[in-house]
Antibody, heavy 115, light 107 residues
Framework: EVQLVESGGGLVQPGGSLRLSCAAS????????MSWVRQAPGKGLEWVAN????????YYVDSVKGRFTISRDNAKNSLYLQMNSLRAEDTAVYYC????????WGQGTMVTVSS | DIQMTQSPSSLSASVGDRVTITCQAS??????LNWYQQKPGKAPKLLIY???NLETGVPSRFSGSGSGTDFTFTISSLQPEDIATYYC?????????FGQGTKLEIK
């Protein structure tokens, strides 16, 4: 069964850092682009970042450029999102997703940025 | 960046009604469009990919059409379990964008 399980969310103060992880199973992780997508409370979906199979290409939404870093470890079938300089507007459920047909999503991990 | 304009933002319909949601891209995205259903507290569920292809296991009352900049998502006969929020998503380039969502309610 194809599965993505996110972890690492929690409560962090403004200006703080957090590292999200996504454990993949049931498919050849190294063959797929991977994405992070977030959803603020009561709001719509926002794509955040993605990374090529070998990590050689990465793209970010403008609002997180310079603050967030996406990475992956194909040997560990894992995707990561390092989030620095966090702001209140980064508060959201963060989903890890496998790109392609079909897109496969994890269940999400909640990040709350508040003092 | 490609902008996706989805309408309406909310919709109230009766069981058995035909429901239509539209999504307009700010530039030609060919058929690189997904439609998702999201229920409260759950991850989005893919219904339609490549604008018109039904994902495996999805009921045939759901359908999608369009190409280029204009797309339509249809539920042919609304069922109570279809109450959810629906999103379009373009994947023409590597910086994906979503529509604002359509919240579907039962009248």
């Amino acid at each position: 069964e194809v599965q993505l399980v996110e972890s690492g969310g929690g409560l962090v103060q403004p200006g703080g850092s957090l590292r999200l992880s996504c454990a993949a199973s049931g498919f050849t992780f190294s063959s797929y682009w991977m994405s992070w997508v977030r959803q603020a409370p009561g709001k719509g979906l926002e794509w955040v970042a993605n990374i090529k199979q070998d990590g050689s290409e990465k793209y970010y939404v403008d609002s997180v450029k310079g603050r967030f870093t996406i990475s992956r470890d194909n040997a560990k079938n894992s995707l990561y999102l390092q989030m620095n300089s966090l702001r209140a507007e980064d508060t959201a459920v963060y989903y890890c997703a496998r790109e392609g047909q079909p897109w496969i999503w994890g269940q999400g991990t909640m990040v709350t940025v508040s003092s | 960046d490609i902008q996706m304009t989805q309408s309406p933002s909310s919709l109230s319909a009766s069981v058995g009604d035909r429901v239509t949601i539209t999504c307009q891209a700010s530039q030609d995205i060919s058929n690189y469009l997904n439609w998702y259903q999201q229920k409260p507290g759950k991850a989005p569920k893919l219904l339609i990919y490549d604008a018109s292809n039904l994902e495996t296991g999805v009921p045939s009352r759901f359908s999608g059409s369009g190409s280029g900049t204009d797309f339509t998502f249809t539920i042919s006969s609304l069922q109570p379990e279809d109450i959810a929020t629906y999103y379009c998503q373009q994947y023409d380039n590597l910086m994906y964008t979503f529509g604002q969502g359509t919240k579907l309610e039962i009248k």
